[in-house]
Every structure is written in structure tokens, then in C-alpha cells.
């Protein structure tokens, strides 16, 4: 008979006692702590012990935050079940919950379960207070880093709290002592706790996980075509060294060497560049995706490659399409692996495997519940396709929610309802990429299938940690021999191990003690003032901020400074400072991309058209090394919006750079010119030329500029889509493809 967790807030008899639990729960109790424990062993029930625990003995609220909607429902759920405390005090917190209600709510809720991004909006807008705070969770604690929500919810509440403390929990922090370090850092962890399936006190709810790693041999006729794109890698090789750029090492060069390499050269273009450091980076980009085309070849099939290289090819036809895209369609080697390619019908034998391997679990066990992870949407495709011949396998693709060409994401209640359908049996087998990791309800599986393996500690983790729960499970590893997953396995293996040794030293290094912090040491007083104070003055300004930019560090940076943020959706500009002032910031990626895409200057169109005082800010420092832009087209785009736009250009450094200049502006207008703060812009609508030449251009590899020409040939839109193939021809700029396209969507019959 198990024993249950006797607790004032807990319902008895609701959850099973576990000594290990016990012991994480009371040194998290002790001090702010990431509790690493692997998957399927209860970080739930350890969060359930301590919010408990702080709700009686601290009072005021406790937050839980998750990353993804599903799983803020799902603890919820699981919440409301256990928590003897009225069911209208726990609540959940998403993005389908208006602010204004989450502000009324906030007042009556004692446990709050929100994803973390709404709770960031709803700290910068001031529309709740941390201070009575008493506890939060961050789960997936692995996630905070960057510019995650986590980092900004940690850094504010153990600001503004009165007596804050926090729990992180996550099955794979990283195995990198500097990611490790981030993590702890970011969340003010003073204390680590961890447990593995070797501990003695877990090893009684271990169930046994086989690990299989099946070796296979490529095909001869893939080495082939694997050979031919190798040849386009030693010409491009060859290129960087006589640009100056040597690489050394080409059998044994990673995709992570070739990223140091981009970056160093993307370093270089800064001030007066050496003109072979632009060709070095465009050859650059032609080697990754040449790289990316051995490793599908290697790893995934030729299904996979086909579909690649048709992205490739539409990439290269379209006008917008990288000058490194069309490089590589006029190279012969590239052009004879094509060739080869589509006269070759095998396919990689993992995909028998696979079929097998599926097959004869849910034969053995017709109950079983399969998942086969695969990295790429493609390979997943395949595998859906090929295991759905077998009569008795049920399987359904699960995806990301990104959508891209001829490749359609699930929205997340698709999601939701795939899983959903997967425990109930209507599915048998999920094909996942990485989006099955984590974050999702997914319940436990017979059989876990790697159609590849994958060198992050932390993905391998999760998903070995979705078998072997509540009854002996298996792992199956597919390694092709000789290529690229065999490097990744290694890495893998090398890097968990990494991990268990760096968590063991960092747990003795961090005994859990809170007096040994500093901030934990400050009084509520001197956290109060710490808040308040600003450099930029005592004066408090207001800035309207598009909710699109919060996913920047700016709108944090002005809450930091004591800037009183209000988040709208914005038609014109990114913030509204006065009046008369908004401001359009974008990164340097942003510019270069709106200006090669043709949206810059209808941004900058409205924003002149609707504020006296137009504003563009231009935050970092590669401008002119992004998207291998000439810099005079660069400079032309500058001194057209400055001279015919009338709009000011301000630089800045960084984030924290451009919340002190729009501070600065804001005070200007507000404090000393007495302005008021006004939301008064609207896009303009399009011009009937333009509703024309937008409803040509929509055609597929038709750009504003043909969509133009055709209009002047044939004079109006009716008369473009009525005009047969020899009449499009006549047209300057239409080739034979284009009017083949006009007349194949024009004319096609309706599915």
C-alpha cells in the first residue's frame, strides 16, 4: 500500500509520498533552487510540495509558469485537483485572457498558472505587482536564457518582492558549465538538487529503458550522389582559400566551425572591409547549404534531398531569391547530383528499419504507443507516408506551428487534439520533430524511435524521458555509418555525461543557504529604492509601445528605467512618444530585410504621413555586413528617408542603448515641452494602382516590377488574366516560365 502526502492545502489520499520528492521539495524550501530530475519522476508533485508549503506558512500568491499553453492547462488542471483551497483562486493566466480581466483577477487569485510571456506583459504595463509574491516556479527552467520572459520575471520579482523565492525545474539544464551558469544566474538560484535514475531513493520507480543503437550502411547509389555534392563543397572549399580565407580540416569542419567562421568574417566588413571578405561570405553561404544537402543525403534520404532541392530551385527563380541560391543552380556538379537524383529510386534503409522496427511493436503489443522523432519536417512527412501502408500501424505527422513552402504547420489546438487522439488509441504512432520534446502532454510511450541522433544533451534527454514511466520502455537509435550521425551520437553521449558531472559539482559548490546572496541580504526598503531610482531623472514619462516589441529588450529596459509602458497594437510605428513623435526602431537585420523585401519605405511612407515628427532608430552595429547588401543601395535608402520622408535617423548600440535615447525624447516632449502622449496613426489604404499591382504581384515569381509591366501592356487587371500565352510573352520581363505560371493558376480548375 503507497503512503500519501499529509498536508493542511493538499486533499489526502491525492498524491503518492516519495522520499526523493520529499528531500528536493525541503531544500527548495531553503533557499531559491534548480531541481534537475529526469523526465517522468514528478517535478509537478515537488512544485505542488512547495507552493503548499509557502501558501501556509508565507501566505500571499504563487505563480507557476510554463512555456506553452497545453501545459499551463495541464497543471491547472492537475492543481485544482490536488490544492484544497476554493477552486476560483487558482487561475490561468494565457494570452486568450484580456488584460483588463487578468488585472481584475490578479486581486483574487492565490495561485496563478500563466505562461511566462503574459506575466512579463503584465509586469512592464504595472497592470499587477510582484510584491506579495510569495513564490514562483519556473518550469522548463532550462529556458532561461537570452531574452526569455524567465530572465526578466526573475530579475524583477526578486526586485520587487518582499519575501521572494524560487524553484526551478528541468530534466536537462545543458552540459556546458556556462549554460548551466546562465540558468542559475538568471533565476538567482542559490541552490542546486539533483537525482538521477542511478540514485538509490529514485531507483525504486525506475522502470527498465533498453537502449538500442542499430547501425546501417549507406547505399552505394547515395554515396554517389553524396559524392557529387561533395565536390561542389572542395570547389567552394577551395574558393575561401583563395579569398584569403583558408579552411582547414574540410573532412572533419562542423556546421558550429562554419558559424565561428560567418561571424568572424561578418566582424571584419565592419569600417573599411577588404572587397574578398563580401565574396568569403557569400561563398559561406553556398558552403552551409551545400553542407545541409550532404547531411539530408547522409542522414535523412533522398526523398528528403528531393524536397530540399526543390526549395533550393524555387529560391533560386525567385526574384528575391540569395545570389548564393543561384550560384548553385548553374553549378555543374550540383546540376549532375539533380540529375542522378531523379533517376535514382532507392531510398536510405533507416526507412525499413523504421517500418519494421514500428511494425513488430505494435504487433507484439497492439496497445503500444509509438513515438518516431526526426528532425526534419520532410523525413517526418516520409515516414507518415510509408508506415501508413502498414495495416495495422496508425500513424499521423506532428509539427511546429511555422509554416513555410508547401509545408503547413499545426496550430497548437491541432496539437492538442493529435494528442488527444494518440492517448485514445486513434493514433498509434506519432511522427514528431522537436516540437514533441517538451512542452506538450505527451503520455508515456512503449517504444521511442531516433530516426537520426542529435548532438544536444537536452533534446536527447526529453526525448528518451517520453519512455519508460509507468512500465518498462525502449530506445531505438538509428546511426548511419561513416557520415555525420555518428559524430552527433558521439557528441551526444559525451555531452550528457558532461552534464551529470557539472550538475554533481555545481550541487556540493551551492549548499543552500539564502544568507549567502546579497540580494537576499538587502531589505525590502532597499529593493523599493533600487526600483525607483533612474538615471535619466525622477520625472516619470509615458511611452506606447507596440505589443510586437516586447519580444525586444527595449520595452523591458524603459520599465527598468521607471518609463510608464502602455502596450497597444500599433498600425504606425513601434513607439509614440508625444503628440507629434513616433518612433519605427529596427534591428539591422530588420532594415536590410524590409528594404530587399520592398516594406521600408510604406513603413516609413506612413509614419511621415502621420506624425510631425517622424522617428527611425537603427539598433546594432552590422548594417552594412547583413544580407550582403551593396552599401550603396544602403546608403541611398538613408538619405531618401531622411531628405524626401523628412524623418530623423538616430543610431544606437543596443537595446539598453535605445531605451535611454527614447526615455530622453519622451521626457523632452513630456516634462519639458509639456506635450501630451496621443494614439492617432493609421496605415493608409492602397491606391487603386497599388490594389492592382498587388493583386498581379500576388501571382507566384511575379515581383512588383513585372506586375508593373504587365498592367502597361495590357491596361488592366481583366485584361492581364484574360491574355494568352503568346500575348504574355510580348510582355518585356515575362519569360516562357512566367507565362506558363500566369496561365497554369489562371486557368487551373479549383480542388
Known amino acids: 500500500m503507497p503512503e500519501y502526502i499529509k498536508h493542511p492545502l493538499i486533499r489526502p489520499n491525492a ?31 515537488i512544485a505542488l510540495l512547495v507552493i503548499a508549503s509557502r501558501l501556509e506558512k508565507a501566505g500571499g500568491k ?4 510554463s512555456p506553452t499553453k497545453p501545459l499551463v492547462e495541464q497543471h491547472a488542471s492537475f492543481l485544482k485537483k490536488v490544492l484544497l483551497i476554493p477552486e476560483e483562486e487558482i487561475l490561468v493566466f494565457t494570452g486568450s485572457t484580456s488584460p483588463s480581466k487578468r488585472t481584475e483577477l490578479w486581486d483574487k487569485g492565490r495561485v496563478i498558472v500563466s505562461t511566462p510571456q503574459v506575466i512579463e506583459n503584465d509586469v512592464l504595463t504595472k497592470r499587477i505587482s510582484l510584491e506579495d509574491v510569495t513564490h514562483i516556479t519556473f518550469d522548463e527552467a532550462h529556458r532561461a536564457t537570452g531574452n526569455y520572459a524567465y530572465t526578466y520575471i526573475a530579475e524583477r520579482y526578486f526586485q520587487l518582492a518582499r519575501d521572494p523565492l524560487c524553484l526551478g525545474i528541468t530534466a536537462s539544464p545543458g552540459s556546458s558549465e556556462e549554460k548551466i551558469a546562465e540558468v542559475c544566474q538568471a533565476l538567482h538560484i542559490e541552490s542546486v538538487a539533483v537525482k538521477t535514475e542511478s540514485d ?45 580565407y583558408p ?59 528531393r524536397m530540399y532541392m526543390e526549395r533550393l530551385d524555387n529560391e533560386a527563380c525567385s526574384k528575391n531569391g540569395s545570389k548564393a541560391s543561384k550560384r548553385l543552380a548553374e553549378d555543374l556538379y550540383l546540376r549532375q547530383a539533380v540529375s542522378r537524383l ?9 526507412m525499413e528499419h523504421v517500418k519494421r522496427i514500428v511494425g513488430e511493436q505494435l504487433e507484439s503489443n497492439p496497445d503500444s504507443r509509438v513515438i518516431v522523432f526526426a528532425n526534419y519536417r520532410d523525413t517526418a512527412e516520409m515516414i507518415t507516408t510509408a508506415l501508413s501502408e502498414t495495416e495495422h500501424i496508425r500513424p499521423i505527422r506532428f509539427v511546429g506551428q511555422a509554416s ?51 548532438p544536444s544533451e537536452i533534446r536527447s534527454i526529453q526525448r528518451k524521458g517520453r519512455t519508460g514511466r509507468k512500465h518498462e520502455g525502449r530506445v531505438v537509435v538509428l546511426i548511419t555509418k561513416g557520415t555525420r550521425d555518428e559524430g552527433y551520437y558521439w557528441s551526444s553521449q559525451s555531452k550528457e555525461k558532461k552534464m551529470q558531472s557539472n550538475m554533481s559539482e555545481l550541487q556540493n559548490m551551492m549548499p543552500a543557504r539564502r544568507s549567502e546572496n546579497l540580494i537576499d541580504t538587502m531589505t525590502s526598503a532597499d529593493r523599493k529604492e533600487q526600483v525607483t531610482l533612474s538615471d535619466f531623472g525622477k520625472d516619470t514619462v509615458q511611452v506606447i509601445v507596440d505589443q510586437r516589441e516586447v519580444k525586444s529588450s527595449v520595452a523591458r529596459e524603459l520599465e527598468k528605467a521607471g518609463v510608464e509602458i502602455m502596450l497597444h497594437t500599433l498600425e504606425v510605428g513601434d513607439y509614440i512618444l508625444s503628440d507629434r513623435i513616433a518612433v519605427e526602431r529596427k534591428s539591422c537585420e530588420d532594415f536590410t530585410g524590409s528594404l530587399i523585401e520592398h516594406k521600408l519605405f510604406e513603413q516609413i511612407s506612413n509614419l511621415a504621413r502621420t506624425y510631425e515628427k517622424p522617428v527611425l532608430i537603427i539598433e546594432g552595429e552590422s548594417l552594412f555586413n547583413t544580407r550582403n547588401l551593396n552599401p550603396n543601395a544602403i546608403h541611398g535608402a538613408l538619405s531618401s528617408i531622411a531628405l524626401d520622408f523628412g524623418v530623423a535617423v538616430f543610431y544606437t548600440r543596443d537595446a539598453q542603448d535605445t531605451a535611454g535615447l527614447l526615455k530622453q525624447i519622451a521626457k523632452r516632449e513630456q516634462v519639458d515641452e509639456k ?46 488574366i484574360r491574355a494568352d500565352y503568346a500575348e504574355l510573352l510580348e510582355v518585356k520581363n515575362i519569360g516562357p516560365k512566367t507565362a506558363s505560371k500566369i496561365r497554369e493558376i489562371v486557368s487551373s480548375a479549383y480542388k
Open 675 to 720: 506635450r501630451d502622449i496621443s494614439l492617432h496613426g493609421k496605415k493608409s489604404s492602397m491606391m487603386l494602382p497599388e490594389q492592382q499591382e498587388y493583386i498581379i504581384s500576388s501571382i507566384s515569381d511575379i515581383g512588383p516590377k513585372a506586375a508593373k509591366s504587365l498592367l502597361m501592356h495590357f491596361g488592366s487587371v481583366e485584361n492581364v
Open 342 to 350: 531523379k533517376g535514382c529510386d532507392c531510398e536510405h534503409p533507416k
Open 404 to 454: 513555410k513552402y508547401k509545408d503547413k504547420g499545426l496550430t497548437q489546438k491541432q496539437q492538442v487534439g493529435i494528442i488527444e487522439k494518440f492517448k485514445a488509441g486513434e493514433y498509434n504512432t506519432l511522427i514528431a520533430t522537436s516540437v514533441a520534446e517538451e512542452g506538450l502532454d505527451i503520455p508515456s510511450t512503449d517504444l521511442v524511435l531516433f530516426y537520426e541522433p542529435i
Open 247 to 305: 579552411i582547414n580540416n574540410q573532412r572533419y569542419v562542423s556546421k558550429k566551425d562554419l558559424l565561428a567562421i560567418q561571424q568572424k568574417l561578418q566582424g571584419e566588413l565592419r569600417g573599411a572591409p577588404d572587397p574578398s571578405a563580401y565574396t568569403a561570405i557569400s561563398i559561406m553561404a553556398e558552403i552551409m547549404k551545400i553542407g545541409h544537402a550532404v547531411e539530408i543525403t547522409e542522414t535523412q534520404g533522398l526523398g528528403a534531398l
Open 200 to 244: 538509490r531513493d529514485v531507483a525504486l520507480y525506475i522502470h527498465k529503458k533498453e537502449i538500442e543503437w542499430k547501425r546501417i550502411e549507406l547505399p552505394s547509389e547515395m554515396k554517389e550522389i553524396r559524392d557529387l555534392l561533395n565536390k561542389v563543397l572542395e570547389d567552394r572549399y577551395k574558393r575561401m582559400g583563395e579569398a584569403g
Open 15 to 45: 498524491v503518492e509520498q516519495r522520499l526523493y520528492q520529499l528531500d528536493l521539495a525541503g531544500k527548495s524550501l531553503r533557499a531559491p533552487t534548480l531541481v534537475v530530475l529526469p523526465t517522468g519522476l514528478g517535478k509537478t508533485i
Open 62 to 65: 504563487v505563480l507557476l509558469l
